[in-house]
């Protein structure tokens, strides 16, 4: 059987702190200027699929109680 | 010794008719459910007699009416699949039941199989209507206005553990493990306190601790008894407090920590008293709390987190799996486990690529940061929904799957697959096989029996009251011996 994959995990610090302390404040705002344009990048898409009429199409998805 | 966790989901779809006035949600689920076709498959019997929802684990038949539809109506409304699942309509949705499986890798992959089956009927259904009429599914658990539908888990059990034991240990478990199976929510309903974000669809509608209902006055803890199986050896423990998940690794977590319990309790291996002094008002309170650090009482006095909680029954797995021999998936279900509770205490933005409930809430709020929206926002309310949505180009979760920026457990080859290929080492091989092979003379069809009826003769009914036989190893000799039907029934009675 195949094993598991994941394409992203988190850091995992043994000591509990947050980001890996080797991280300098420069390397950390460039990531952080990444991860913005990451995010940018993906609100982007969801912008582009996203229903038009979100206020109707809300108001009108309603559903019979099942279990 | 626990007895092998063989499990299986049943999931109930939300379904809307986009441009359609007089959209009838029975009428529309019956259209779906029959739209997906598989050869020679349509004109088989669901078996009723096999059927009883009404008998209690605590031991009592309630009084009710048992439902069974006449032959039209019954062929109508199910669907046997060749990958031993079942789909069909249960009251106003579209629900799908996967395959009886062993393992939680099986589980993602049939239970995401049944995603892409309801996809194609949905859109064989959708080309059946009017133009610009288009079916809609989503794979969620709540309108947002007090309606739900269900995302019930099964479990097989061993009989000889009380169900007095199962509620003493289960009850705490299941309130906390919402920090990692919720599927996240925009607001509140049912009359529960008002919150912005929570982290399940389905907390908000529990209202009692144990008992029979699965459509009101919800419980935590179902007592149906009705083990699909030898009732003398088994029982099906039907768990269905948790949530429709998107997310595989969710989806992974969530049936392989709830089998490990199971399993220890089964082996008397939870000697630790983890009993909640109020789990209904638990399970809100723990659900309506983003940070995870809200303490709930416990019977004896402590306050804990629900992440504290799980750590103990974490503890209690990793020393009950230390004496055993275990598999490599049991193993990567501690480990995951372990690494998901870690971040909860952390910070649970940490899991925005695993956990669903974190998946939805960091992709809304990405959003809301760059549009400048507020939780009311209706944009918001919809980005909610359409997390869920079955369309590939729409669907707000296959679009973050697409990305990359969620973790799988399965391929999408695999799960393409298990659209038509049964598990093998259950005896939903068997049912799957028998399908495949004798279409035209399977008669009727349930989880622990299989009819045929050939020609004039009687039809012919064959039990399967042991889960795990009729899996490959142990048929796949007499189907190949049996060219037809009749020969299959020959070959059983020599």
Same mark, same amino acid.
């Given at each position: 059987? @195949? *094993?598991?994959?994941?394409k992203?995990?988190?850091k995992?610090?043994?000591?509990? &702190?947050?980001t890996?302390s080797?991280?300098?404040?420069?390397k950390?705002?460039?990531?952080? @200027? *990444?991860?913005?344009e990451?995010?940018?990048?993906?609100?982007?898409?969801?912008d &582009?699929?996203?229903?038009?009429?979100?206020?109707?199409?809300?108001?009108?998805?309603?559903?019979?109680?099942?279990? | 010794?626990?007895?092998?966790k063989?499990?299986?989901?049943?999931i109930?779809y939300?379904?809307?008719?986009?441009?359609?006035?007089?959209f009838?949600?029975?009428?529309?689920?019956?259209?779906?459910?029959?739209?997906?076709?598989?050869?020679?498959?349509?004109?088989?019997?669901?078996?009723?007699?096999q059927?009883?929802?009404l008998?209690?684990?605590?031991?009592?038949q309630?009084?009710?009416?048992?439902?069974?539809?006449?032959?039209?109506?019954?062929?109508?409304?199910n669907?046997?699949?060749?990958?031993?699942?079942r789909?069909?309509?249960d009251?106003?949705?579209?629900?799908?039941?996967?395959?009886?499986?062993?393992?939680?890798?099986?589980?993602?992959?049939?239970?995401k199989?049944?995603e892409r089956?309801?996809?194609?009927?949905?859109?064989?259904?959708?080309?059946?209507?009017?133009?610009?009429?288009?079916?809609?599914?989503?794979?969620?658990?709540?309108?947002?206005?007090?309606?739900?539908?269900?995302?019930?888990?099964?479990?097989l059990?061993?009989?000889?553990t009380?169900?007095?034991?199962?509620?003493?240990?289960?009850?705490?478990?299941?309130v906390?493990?919402?920090?990692?199976?919720?599927?996240?929510?925009?607001?509140?309903?049912n009359?529960?306190?008002?919150?912005?974000?929570?982290?399940?669809?389905r907390?908000?509608?529990?209202?009692?601790?144990?008992?029979?209902?699965?459509?009101?006055?919800?419980?935590?803890?179902?007592?149906?008894?009705?083990?699909?199986?030898?009732?003398?050896?088994?029982?099906?423990?039907?768990?269905?407090?948790?949530?429709?998940?998107?997310?595989?690794?969710?989806?992974?977590l969530?049936?392989?920590?709830?089998?490990?319990v199971?399993?220890m309790?089964?082996?008397?291996?939870?000697?630790?008293?983890?009993s909640?002094?109020?789990?209904?008002?638990?399970?809100?309170?723990?659900?309506?709390?983003?940070?995870?650090?809200?303490?709930?009482?416990?019977?004896?006095?402590?306050?804990?987190?629900a992440?504290?909680?799980?750590r103990?029954?974490?503890?209690?797995?990793?020393?009950?799996?230390?004496?055993?021999?275990?598999d490599?998936?049991?193993?990567?279900?501690?480990?995951?486990?372990q690494?998901?509770?870690?971040?909860?205490?952390?910070?649970?933005?940490?899991?925005?690529?695993?956990?669903?409930?974190?998946?939805?809430?960091?992709?809304?709020?990405?959003?809301?940061?760059?549009?400048?929206?507020?939780?009311?926002?209706s944009?918001?309310?919809?980005?909610?929904?359409?997390?869920?949505d079955l369309?590939p180009?729409?669907?707000?979760?296959?679009?973050?799957?697409?990305?990359g920026?969620?973790?799988?457990?399965?391929?999408?080859?695999?799960?393409?697959a298990?659209?038509?290929?049964?598990?093998?080492?259950?005896?939903?091989?068997?049912?799957?096989?028998?399908?495949?092979?004798?279409p035209?003379?399977?008669?009727?069809?349930?989880?622990?029996s299989?009819?045929?009826?050939i020609?004039?003769?009687?039809?012919?009914?064959?039990?399967?009251?042991?889960?795990?036989k009729?899996?490959k190893?142990?048929?796949?000799?007499?189907?190949?011996?049996s060219?037809?039907?009749?020969?299959?029934?020959?070959?059983?009675?020599?």
């Amino acid at each position: 059987m @195949a *094993e598991s994959t994941q394409k992203q995990k988190p850091k995992r610090g043994s000591d509990g &702190e947050g980001t890996g302390s080797g991280e300098g404040p420069q390397k950390l705002a460039k990531k952080g @200027a *990444e991860l913005k344009e990451e995010m940018d990048a993906l609100v982007d898409e969801i912008d &582009e699929v996203l229903e038009e009429n979100a206020e109707e199409f809300v108001k009108n998805y309603v559903q019979r109680g099942g279990q | 010794m626990a007895i092998p966790k063989v499990m299986g989901t049943e999931i109930e779809y939300g379904i809307t008719v986009r441009n359609d006035r007089d959209f009838d949600p029975i009428a529309s689920c019956v259209l779906l459910v029959n739209a997906y076709r598989e050869e020679h498959t349509s004109r088989i019997l669901w078996d009723y007699d096999q059927e009883n929802p009404l008998a209690d684990a605590r031991g009592f038949q309630v009084d009710g009416e048992k439902y069974t539809p006449n032959q039209q109506e019954n062929i109508a409304r199910n669907k046997t699949l060749v990958n031993g699942a079942r789909y069909y309509v249960d009251h106003a949705h579209p629900e799908y039941s996967c395959p009886e499986v062993t393992n939680v890798r099986d589980l993602v992959l049939h239970e995401k199989a049944g995603e892409r089956v309801v996809e194609i009927s949905r859109r064989e259904a959708t080309a059946l209507l009017p133009p610009g009429a288009q079916i809609l599914l989503y794979k969620n658990n709540s309108d947002r206005k007090g309606n739900s539908y269900g995302s019930h888990e099964n479990y097989l059990m061993d009989r000889r553990t009380s169900f007095k034991q199962i509620v003493e240990h289960l009850m705490s478990f299941l309130v906390t493990r919402q920090v990692y199976t919720g599927a996240g929510k925009v607001g509140s309903e049912n009359r529960a306190h008002p919150c912005d974000y929570q982290l399940t669809q389905r907390a908000d509608f529990f209202e009692t601790e144990v008992a029979l209902d699965t459509m009101v006055k919800r419980p935590i803890i179902n007592t149906r008894d009705e083990p699909h199986a030898d009732r003398e050896k088994y029982r099906r423990l039907h768990v269905i407090v948790g949530d429709s998940n998107m997310s595989e690794y969710t989806i992974y977590l969530r049936n392989g920590a709830t089998a490990l319990v199971l399993s220890m309790i089964e082996d008397g291996a939870i000697r630790k008293d983890l009993s909640l002094r109020d789990p209904v008002r638990a399970i809100k309170e723990i659900s309506h709390d983003a940070t995870c650090k809200r303490e709930v009482q416990l019977e004896n006095g402590k306050k804990l987190t629900a992440v504290q909680i799980q750590r103990e029954f974490l503890e209690l797995a990793l020393q009950y799996t230390a004496s055993r021999p275990i598999d490599a998936i049991t193993r990567d279900v501690l480990a995951k486990w372990q690494h998901v509770l870690e971040c909860l205490e952390r910070d649970p933005m940490l899991l925005a690529g695993e956990i669903d409930w974190v998946i939805k809430k960091a992709m809304i709020e990405s959003f809301m940061e760059k549009k400048g929206l507020d939780w009311e926002s209706s944009q918001v309310q919809m980005l909610d929904l359409q997390y869920h949505d079955l369309r590939p180009d729409k669907g707000l979760y296959y679009v973050l799957e697409r990305q990359g920026r969620v973790a799988r457990i399965v391929t999408d080859e695999e799960i393409a697959a298990a659209v038509s290929e049964p598990p093998e080492d259950t005896r939903a091989y068997f049912r799957g096989q028998c399908l495949k092979r004798y279409p035209g003379e399977v008669f009727g069809v349930n989880w622990d029996s299989i009819s045929f009826g050939i020609g004039d003769e009687p039809i012919k009914r064959v039990l399967m009251g042991e889960p795990l036989k009729g899996s490959k190893v142990h048929v796949e000799e007499l189907l190949e011996a049996s060219p037809t039907a009749a020969d299959l029934v020959k070959n059983l009675r020599a």
